[in-house]
T-cell receptor, first 116, second 112 residues
Framework: EAQVTQNPRYLITVTGKKLTVTCSQN?????MSWYRQDPGLGLRQIYY???????DKGDVPEGYKVSRKEKRNFPLILESPSPNQTSLYFC???????????????FGQGTRLTVV | DQQVKQNSPSLSVQEGRISILNCDYT??????FLWYKKYPAEGPTFLIS?????DKNEDGRFTVFLNKSAKHLSLHIVPSQPGDSAVYFC???????????FGAGTRLTVKP
């Protein structure tokens, strides 16, 4: 089954304690992205990657890091989490950039992060 | 700076009637637009898209209309069904680009 898998689904952590949210896709997609969803703001892109070792900043990259060492994995790293990073996070993957039919993004089920 | 805006946080319609969800954008460089649907505790799923060379795209009960001069698009669902109850996100991008911008979402409730 084609899917994007995020782990963990729920996480409560304390300010400053480094954490990693993993994302894996089994569709051999080139593109992967991380978004955060906040009330009234919708989904905002944090980082995206067009291929292995190629990453770029999205709309709200501050406080986050990513890496793309393998095509299937795109972990999101919070080196020193703060309460304003409490949010619902989604990983997404797609075969190509926007506009090519049948290559639209697949999203993972989300990771709800709370930083206290 | 929200480049994609969905000004109605919620919409309620009766089963069998038409649902119209609206979306406005400010960046004239956008040339590809998408609608995603999201159920609780799930990730968004792709619904329908339209490129700027068209003004309408239809897929079953779902039709998206694009008015480039007004920088406005809308999603029509006819007839609406209770299973359509979800949050709908409008998104915009440039063709070939992976930098998608989303609206805040509209929660649609379809009442039986």
């Amino acid at each position: 089954e084609a899917q994007v898998t995020q782990n963990p689904r729920y996480l409560i952590t304390v300010t400053g304690k480094k954490l990693t949210v993993t994302c894996s896709q089994n569709m051999n997609h080139e593109y992967m992205s991380w978004y955060r969803q906040d009330p009234g703001l919708g989904l905002r892109q944090i980082y995206y990657s067009m291929n292995v070792e190629v990453t770029d900043k999205g709309d709200v990259p501050e406080g986050y890091k990513v890496s793309r060492k393998e095509k299937r994995n795109f972990p999101l790293i919070l080196e020193s989490p703060s309460p304003n990073q409490t949010s619902l996070y989604f990983c997404a993957s797609s075969l190509a950039g926007a506009g090519i039919p049948n290559t639209e993004a697949f999203f993972g089920q989300g990771t709800r992060l709370t930083v206290v | 700076d929200q480049q994609v805006k969905q000004n109605s946080p919620s919409l309620s319609v009766q089963e069998g009637r038409i649902s119209i969800l609206n979306c406005d954008y400010t960046n004239s460089m956008f040339d590809y637009f998408l609608w995603y649907k999201k159920y609780p505790a799930e990730g968004p799923t792709f619904l329908i898209s339209i490129s700027s060379i068209k003004d309408k795209n239809e897929d079953g009960r779902f039709t998206v209309f694009l008015n480039k001069s007004a920088k406005h698009l809308s999603l029509h669902i006819v007839p609406s069904q209770p299973g359509d109850s979800a949050v709908y996100f409008c998104a915009a991008s440039k063709i070939g680009n992976n930098d998608m911008r989303f609206g805040a979402g509209t929660r649609l409730t379809v009442k039986p």
